[in-house]
């Protein structure tokens, strides 16, 4: 599987690091991260994105509209934005492409391929609503980072690792990461 990952400038950048730490190594990660994510881990956890990588994954730079993941003929298979800031919503739900995150999810809108958008915002203006609709209408998976409570989760890691859990879900990523509902 080809997986584009765009973590952009929304509070959880922590999120994006452990899903791609806990990426099964048949999951060809492709990575980008905005200007606005680079300054949000930094601010979070003190860290740069190149000390906190550990996989073996392609990361680009949000400039680089050439980049391969910019192109259908790349074959991605889906994408995620975690977190999903306010303002990579809006500008997916009108079609600006000014970097290679708007640039591959309108590719990915196009050739009809898997997209996850986690916003990490709360709570929910009517603005923000209205794009996560429009969206959700044109088959993209609005899948913010809610807890459920069924799994028992222990801690703040343990959240964690349930959220990603159902994110490996969504794009069918076979995972054992939480306790699954068995009634």
């Not at 791609?20 to 300054?39: M, T």
């Not at 550990?54 to 400039?63: A, P, R």
């Not at 298979?77 to 492409?97: E, F, H, Q, R």
Request: hydrophobic letters at 45%; a positive charge; glycine letters at 4%.
């Amino acid at each position: 599987m080809k997986l584009i990952i765009a973590v952009t400038g929304a509070s959880g950048v922590n999120l994006s690091l452990k899903f791609i730490d806990n990426l099964p190594e048949d999951v060809d990660a492709y990575i980008v991260f905005s200007k606005s994510a680079k300054l949000a881990l930094k601010l979070e956890n003190n860290k740069k994105v190149s000390q906190l990588i550990n996989k073996n994954v392609t990361i680009y730079n949000n400039n680089t509209i050439s980049a391969p993941i910019a192109s259908g003929s790349f074959g991605a298979d889906a994408m995620i934005i975690l977190p999903c800031s306010v303002n990579t919503l809006a500008k997916c739900a009108v079609g600006i492409s000014d970097s290679l995150i708007t640039r591959a999810f309108s590719v990915m809108l196009k050739e009809k391929k898997n997209i996850i958008l986690a916003p990490r915002e709360m709570p929910y203006s009517p603005i923000f609503l209205e794009n996560m609709h429009k969206l959700s209408k044109l088959n993209v998976t609005i899948a913010p980072p809610v807890l459920a409570y069924y799994s028992k989760q222990q801690n703040l890691d343990e959240m964690e690792t349930f959220l990603i859990g159902k994110w490996y879900d969504l794009l069918n990523i076979k995972n054992n990461l939480y306790k699954r509902w068995n009634g």
